[in-house]
T-cell receptor, first 111, second 115 residues
Framework: GAGVSQSPRYKVAKRGQDVALRCDPI?????LFWYQQALGQGPEFLTY????????KSGLPSDRFFAERPEGSVSTLKIQRTQQEDSAVYLC?????????FGSGTRLTVV | AQSVTQLGSHVSVSEGALVLLRCNYS??????LFWYVQYPNQGLQLLLK??????LVKGINGFEAEFKKSETSFHLTKPSAHMSDAAEYFC?????????????FGRGTSLIVHP
């Protein structure tokens, strides 16, 4: 597609529920990034893929967070047993040598 | 590790006035630096980037930034603010990690434009 597509745009989850957030990168982009952006803060790095390989997951805040990109294109960020502190906008980006393109994000609210 | 600091969480200007948003970086190697803009409920849009070519970088919407190594700064400016410039602005530096390049962002500066 022309841009990075993320779904859903909004997600409300009850505390303890599992959620899955999807990212469709720009076709042909090898690198894919996930960021967490809390209200009033800058994006914080979560994890990075090169094709299907997860090369860096140092930013994942706990073992409740899991990301995958099994075929090197679409990626899913899964959060298990959601907590209120997980409420944030989750941004996905893909990159080419020309630069980084961000999606519009998924706003997760845990109630 | 590389990092950026944005001075001032909020900047307020009048329409037509100069815009100055500050960013200082910390890097042990020549950095790649970016400015992004974020409008409400949208993703990040690239304004401009510095990749060790010209130190004065021109971006979209009339914005520009100057890389000053001696001051470790990459401040964003625009000569005349428009109402449509009201948004959140983020400075970012590229952090190298195992052969890959990962953007690291500042906390952001909210630009408020008064009529």
């Amino acid at each position: 597609g022309a841009g990075v597509s993320q779904s859903p745009r909004y997600k409300v989850a009850k505390r303890g529920q599992d959620v899955a957030l999807r990212c469709d990168p720009i076709s042909g982009h090898v690198s894919l990034f996930w960021y967490q952006q809390a209200l009033g803060q800058g994006p914080e790095f979560l994890t990075y893929f090169q094709n299907e390989a997860q090369l860096d997951k140092s930013g994942l805040p706990s073992d409740r967070f899991f990301a995958e990109r099994p075929e090197g294109s679409v990626s899913t960020l899964k959060i298990q047993r959601t907590q209120q502190e997980d409420s944030a906008v989750y941004l996905c980006a893909s990159s080419s040598p020309g630069g980084y393109t961000f999606g519009s994000g998924t706003r997760l609210t845990v109630v | 590790a590389q990092s950026v600091t944005q001075l001032g969480s909020h900047v307020s200007v009048s329409e037509g006035a100069l815009v100055l948003l500050r960013c200082n970086y910390s890097s042990s190697v020549p950095p790649y630096l970016f400015w992004y803009v974020q409008y409400p409920n949208q993703g990040l849009q690239l304004l401009l980037k510095y990749t060790s070519a010209a130190t004065l970088v021109k971006g979209i919407n009339g914005f520009e930034a100057e890389f000053k190594k001696s001051e470790t700064s990459f401040h964003l400016t625009k000569p005349s603010a428009h109402m449509s410039d009201a948004a959140e602005y983020f400075c970012a530096v590229i952090t190298a990690s195992g052969g890959s390049y990962i953007p690291t962002f500042g906390r952001g500066t909210s630009l408020i434009v008064h009529p």
